[in-house]
Structure formats: structure tokens, C-alpha cells
């Protein structure tokens, strides 16, 4: 019987180890796997595709953006200024009497219906809707104007910088801003699209030069979408990143601190191909007024010099890399210096990225 207690006893103490050795290795391994997976998660999150390829851009804005105010002759003759003081540059026109206004064709085809009745004229103004009561003025017995300048959607050539895990890519690494107005334009919405390089106006001291581009604007061009327009760039989602991106190989991204004065590259496609070309950083500013102009660069390769001159418009966006890291994107030429120009931290770029 003695036996049989011992016995017992010794199997208690058994289980009890197992089951508190158990407990404990079950709780390291659930550790280890979680902590794998955060640092699998970070590796992730800083591993991206660097870009290089020129992309066509095309924005649309929220309703109609004034560009300004101008001064009609009526049917009188007398001059009038319907909109003087009431609307100003950056104003965002959303609809019209209740009537939506999401384009200029609907703006112009609305006022073609006005009688010489007041209006209401529905505004942005920043973050704020206003409604704002006018009365156009009536040119001749078919027409009445309101003597608003307007643009809707900005078009043009850039480069596309980087595509991140979830199919979310950065470029430009500059915002889009009105011509006119110099407003940074606030989208309703906006596409990437395939595009060519078709010539390179060499750059000079004194005059930038560019990049012109072969852009087809249809569906069947179309390669993505475009979500923001940030002093950081433009930054949307990659659908066909095949038809983009011909190498996928992904890189880590740099935080500013590992960014250092010396030898990098850039990667464009100016002659046609993706290419890396050699620059020097020469400043790295993390306190830079300008959140775009955070990086001073040189373009010390003889071939790129050879064929653009240095930076040309169309290149922003252009990935920089040193140490094999993305550590940012160019984004402004120097006008004095074609051959010197800006860049942006990747880092600033990243902080944008829908998640």
C-alpha cells in the first residue's frame, strides 16, 4: 500500500513538472513566433520596389478651382465684376443653384442656362463650404457669364519612386501645384498611366531642361490610381505593377540618420531603360525649411551629364539610393546648376502611404 502512495505521489510530481515545463515552453514559443512576426512585420513595412520609370499623371479636383476674377462688358456696355471680392484664387466652385459641379463642361453648361436671376454659387475655401449669392451678367440676348477663371485637372510627366507591399507607391516626391496659382491642387481623384520617353531637352545653366513624354490618355493605358496629392508627392495604388515594375527587387528604406555626405546613385529611365547613375550627396538637412529639400545632390555621372545635362524636369521622382537603401527621391534642379539639385528623405515620402 506504501508503494501504491509513492507511486501516486511520484506521478503528481511528474505531471506537475510537464504541465509547468509545458506551460513555460508553450509561452517562450508563443514569445519567439510573436516576436518573429512583429519583426517580420517591420522588415515588411521597410522593404519596398524602387521605381525609376516614367509615369503619366493626371488629376481631377473637386469641383472647379478659381484661378481668379476678370471684368465683363455687358449688354449695356458698361463693364461689371460680378464675382469681385466674393470668390478668390484657391476657391474650390462645387456646385452651382443645387446643381453639382464636379468638372469646367458642367460649370460652362450651367451658366449657359442662367437668366439674369440671382445665384448661389457653392464653395470650398480650404477645409470650409460657404455658399456665396451673386447675379451674372448678361453679355447678349444667348449669354451670361460670371467672370470666374476656372481650371479642373493638371496633367503632365513624372517618375514614380517606390511600390511598398500592399501595392501603394510614392512619386514625384514634390506636390502638384497650379500653374497660376501656385496652390498645392487638392484631388477629387486621379490615374497613372504608361508612358514613353520621347525626348530629352538638355538642361543648361540658367535653363531647366525636360523630359517629353508619350501619354495616351484611355483605359487601356491606365496603371493605377492616384489617392493624394502631398508636399511629400503623389501617392496612390499600383494595379498593374507588371506592366510597370519589369524588376521587382525589393530594398530596405534608409531613416534620415542613415543617410551620410558621399558616393550614391539615382535610377531614372532617360535613355529609354531603367539605369542607375552615379551623384554625390553633398548636405544632408534635417532641419530644412522645405520639406522636399531635405537632401543636396550632384550628378557626377559623365553619361547622364552627357545626356540631360544634369536633373530636367520629369525626373522627380527619380529613386536615390546609397549603401544599397532607398534613402529618398529627387525633386527639384538647381536653375543656376542643372548638374546640382534637391532630394526628399524617403522617410518623409513613407508617412504619406495609404495604409
Known sequence: ????????????????????????????????RLKAEVNAKTASDNMVIPGGMPIGIYLETEGVMVLGTDSITGEDGMDYEPAAHLVKAGDYIVALNDQEINNKSELIEAVEDLGDEEIILRIRRL?????IRMKPVRQNAKECKLGIWVRDNAQGLGTITFLNTDSRFGALGHGIHDVDTNELLDIHEG????????????????????????????????????TKNTDCGIFGRIDRIDSLFMDQTPIETAAKDEIVEGAAVIRCAVEGKVSDYEIRVTKVDKNASEVNKGIVIEVTDPKLLKVTGGIVQGMSGSPIIQNGKLIGAVTHVFVKDSAKGYGIFIEDMMKNVDL
Not at 4 to 18: K, N, P, S
Not at 127 to 131: I, V
Not at 196 to 204: A, C, L, N, P, R
Request: glycine content about 12%; hydrophobic content about 35%; charged content about 20%.
Open 127 to 131: 477645409e470650409q463650404y460657404m455658399n
Open 1 to 32: 500500500m506504501r508503494k501504491y502512495w509513492y507511486r501516486r505521489i511520484l506521478i503528481m510530481i511528474v505531471v506537475f513538472l510537464i504541465a509547468v515545463g509545458g506551460g513555460y515552453y508553450l509561452i517562450e514559443y508563443q514569445q519567439s
Open 191 to 226: 490615374r497613372v498611366y504608361e508612358t514613353s520617353i520621347k525626348d530629352i531637352q538638355k538642361g543648361q545653366d540658367g535653363t531647366p531642361g525636360g523630359m517629353e513624354g508619350i501619354i495616351v490618355y484611355n483605359n487601356y493605358n491606365v496603371l493605377g490610381t492616384i
